[in-house]
């Protein structure tokens, strides 16, 4: 497509050839754009090729204008779920903007578990979650101190795995990383998009892929759906969460302020 782009805009930069109709125009417009053939035309006739451009989305879509703070130039549309929202400027260098979307992604995936930990925690035993690790028997047969020990160690070494691949991906798909499993693969990111692993251990259900004679094979419309609607509720759950910390300061809790 870039090859054929640049032919493209080079074929145009000669305007008397271009709209006569020449060998060179016929040449260019057969070739198509975009992977998409244009139709032929009548020589000595205007022909005028424009490519759709996708307008980007705006967390205020009513307003116009505002700079940067209503459209930052920084952000392009590219990333599943950018609205535009850097209010404080964030994002301006690429390096911490993909620290900060996986900085997102990953806080976002911890607070969806949470808030249904919350509910079904509760709604089982009827202990508010704020008060749970103080009951008793909450944490048998374990200690608080030996429990949270082993939730530092074992937290501490996948994070850190996790750490080492961002800065250097794919980096920790080796046998000696993965004790536990005989094929390092099955760790390997399938998807080629960081945060998105994929493949048979993180995509069992074949949700964003299918499995080809062992081999997972992403589906890049199915993935990309995934991806946006996995943002989107990841942002819920943490002003969930941010709620469910105000109501326990008061006392209350998630289903006690349903009324449940």
Known sequence: MAATSSAFVGGLGSSSTFLTGGKRSHELLSAGY??????AFTPGKLVVAAAAVQPKKSWIP???????????????GSLPGDYGFDPLGLGKDPAFLKWYREAELIHGRWAMAAVVGIFVGQAWSGIPWFEAGAAPGAVAPFSFGSLLGTQLLLMGWVESKRWVDFFNPDSQSVEWAT?????????????????????????????????????????EEKLARLKLAEIKHAR????????????????????????L
């Open 236 to 259: 819920i759950a943490m002003l969930a969460m941010l709620i469910f910390y105000f109501e326990a300061g008061q006392g209350k809790t998630p289903l006690g302020a349903l009324g």
């Open 34 to 39: 975009g992977g998409r053939a244009i139709p």
């Open 179 to 219: 004790p536990w499993s005989r094929s390092a693969e099955n760790f390997a990111n399938a998807t080629g998009d960081q945060g998105y692993p994929g493949g048979k251990f993180f995509d069992p259900l074949g949700l964003a892929g299918t499995l080809k004679d062992g081999v997972y094979i992403p589906d």
């Open 62 to 76: 009513a307003v116009r204008g505002g700079g940067n703070f209503i459209d930052p130039e920084w952000l392009d």
